[in-house]
């Protein structure tokens, strides 16, 4: 189903700001989360040049780019070198905007490239041009683009990365009711990635699409934690494993570790390759840094590629043989942990906190006061008072439990249900 364009104004207007600019901008995210329609779309209103680099040799690569611009240049040269296609724009009679999309397909097979790159916008772009170059492999354009000893180091006037939409953009484009449990259900099924929302239906349930994106014959998603890893330049068997290990609920690095059957001190790599290309976070209890602290707990961040893991992954073989019931057990409480991530977003600063048997699901500095706490507890269903008031009381009880409580006295506490979804008047 194809959705219409919502949302990405802000990453509109920095597009814009750039091309009053002129000279080099880097556009990144990872794959399907809507570079490319942004860019084109956006291309559109400046009357602009764009081509996608393709997987091929050299000379493949240039042709392919000429072939895609050649409509729009003023020329009769055919390029055979880099450094002859960039003589020719910089000839044009007009200011232009290019986009060269998937760059890092041509650093790969050209190292040379990003320093004949370097040379032209040194001394050769004209005055008001604008090229940007965009990437899906968050590693590699992080390489070409944020490593001191990079050609294009310092380059670019600046790096836009393009994030997975918000669920209120998802509900835009469906056109479902951002207030029902049942848009979220399906919204925690396919994330923020533009590209899975295609596969939404209106009148499906999320069962119906996870049966769909998942669990079908021949599955839209079936290698897709494959695919991202791949375009990461992420191989072996390690790093799956450990996305298979906390998919099914270890979230320690010894429960990984043990799950593996390997010393925790094997996983820092692999560990560290998965937060460099945001497949994993990393969750600190609240008031804590890296340096202050070894509690750590990780999560996969893409709720699609949580599903994954967490539900197609152990239960895929059996999956037929589960009742209505129990595959919606499965996808509601799937639905739960990316709801706890969707209140967190909502409070700036909200962390997880956790101590010896004190586990909160959300603290946060209090906007309204700033020596104060937020301390909420987040329920995947809709509450009763009674039930409001009942969480509300355990959540003080754990409270007085907790260390946190010495080095703040005002606190004020919360309970969050699917309540929270529907719009405030």
Excluded at 120 to 136: F, T, V
Excluded at 257 to 275: H, I, K, M, W
Aim: charged share 30%; aromatic share 10%; proline share 6%.
């Amino acid at each position: 189903m194809r959705l219409p364009f919502v949302n990405r104004e802000r990453e509109q207007r920095e597009l814009g700001t750039a091309a009053e600019r002129g000279g080099l901008l880097v556009v990144y995210g990872r794959r399907r989360v809507g570079k490319t329609r942004l860019l084109r779309q956006w291309l559109e209103t400046r009357d602009g040049l764009y081509s996608q680099a393709i997987e091929a040799q050299r000379d493949q690569q240039i042709e392919q780019v000429f072939l895609d611009l050649q409509p729009h240049l003023d020329t009769q040269l055919v390029p055979r070198t880099w450094p002859e296609l960039l003589e020719i724009l910089a000839l044009q009679r007009r200011r232009w905007v290019l986009c060269l999309d998937e760059f890092p397909y041509l650093t790969a097979v050209d190292r040379s490239l990003a320093s004949q790159l370097q040379k032209w916008l040194d001394h050769g772009i004209p005055d008001g041009c604008l090229l940007i170059l965009s990437g899906s492999s968050t590693r590699m354009m992080h390489d070409l683009f944020l490593n001191r000893a990079a050609p294009l180091y310092g380059r670019a006037q600046k790096l836009l990365r393009v994030e997975p939409m918000d669920y209120a953009s998802f509900c835009q484009a469906c056109g479902h009711d951002p207030g029902e449990m049942a848009s979220f259900g399906k919204f925690s099924c396919v994330g923020g990635i533009p590209r899975y929302w295609e596969f939404v239906e209106p009148d499906q349930d999320a069962l119906a699409l996870a049966d769909a994106l998942y669990f079908d014959f021949a599955p839209y998603m079936e290698q897709e934690p494959q695919r991202i890893l791949r375009d990461e330049g992420v191989a072996g068997l390690n790093p799956l494993a450990v996305l298979e290990a906390v998919g099914r609920g270890a979230e320690r690095p010894s429960e990984i570790a043990s799950r593996l059957g390997t010393p925790q001190s094997n996983l820092s790599r692999v560990l560290q390759l998965l937060l460099d290309t945001s497949v994993l976070v990393r969750d600190l209890p609240f008031g804590e840094s890296v340096r202050s602290t070894k509690k750590t707990l990780y999560r996969i961040q893409d709720p699609a590629i949580r599903f994954w893991f967490r539900v197609y992954s152990p239960h895929r073989s059996r999956w037929t043989t589960f009742s209505v019931a129990e595959r919606q057990a499965l996808v509601h409480d799937h639905a739960s942990t990316v709801f706890e991530d969707y209140c967190r977003a909502r409070f700036p600063g909200a962390e997880r906190y956790w101590e010896g048997r004190v586990d909160l699901d959300l603290v946060a500095p209090d906007p309204d006061d700033p020596k104060g706490l937020v301390v909420a507890e987040v329920k995947w269903r809709q509450l009763s008072v009674v039930e409001r008031d009942a969480v509300r009381r355990n959540l003080e009880t754990r409270w007085e439990r907790c260390s946190l409580r010495a080095q703040y006295r005002r606190v004020r506490f919360d309970v969050l249900d699917a309540s929270i979804l529907r719009p405030r008047p």
